[in-house]
Nanobody
Framework: EVQLMESGGGSVQAGGSLRLSCVPSRTDYYSDYMGWFRQAPGKEREGVAVIYMNAPNTYYADSVRGRFIISRDNAKNTVYLEMNNLLPEDSAVYYC????????????????????????WGQGTQVTVAG
């Protein structure tokens, strides 16, 4: 069974940057939609960023738009999440996901409260931002 493997998490100060990576365990695995989701302790999991095939087909939560960038390297079959100007409220476990259909609002942003009903999930990587 395929696994999605995240890496790149860590602890940073507010205003710092991190880049997360997601790579499937099987080299022949491909999904048109790839996304990043996060879950903080005691909170619901939420969508952060989604990419459909390639940029510019990207979709972001309003809370991260302008700060985070999702991209993918097809040669490496890897999806990235570049996180800039990190805030303490960005602290969460970040999960990579594949094989889902995205829902966006009329502004092209991920709808609040939306999660895919079915997806392939990674195990998550911890991001901690100190104030």
């Amino acid at each position: 069974e395929v696994q999605l493997m995240e890496s790149g998490g860590g602890s940073v100060q507010a205003g710092g940057s991190l880049r997360l990576s997601c790579v499937p365990s099987r080299t022949d695995y491909y999904s048109d939609y790839m996304g990043w989701f996060r879950q903080a302790p005691g909170k619901e999991r939420e969508g952060v960023a989604v990419i459909y095939m390639n940029a510019p087909n990207t979709y972001y939560a309003d809370s991260v738009r302008g700060r985070f960038i999702i991209s993918r390297d097809n040669a490496k079959n890897t999806v990235y999440l570049e996180m800039n100007n990190l805030l303490p409220e960005d602290s969460a476990v970040y999960y990579c996901a594949a094989n889902f259909i995205v829902r966006v609002n009329r502004q092209g942003a991920l709808e609040a409260g939306w999660l895919p009903s079915r997806a392939d999930w990674g195990q998550g990587t911890q991001v901690t931002v100190a104030g």
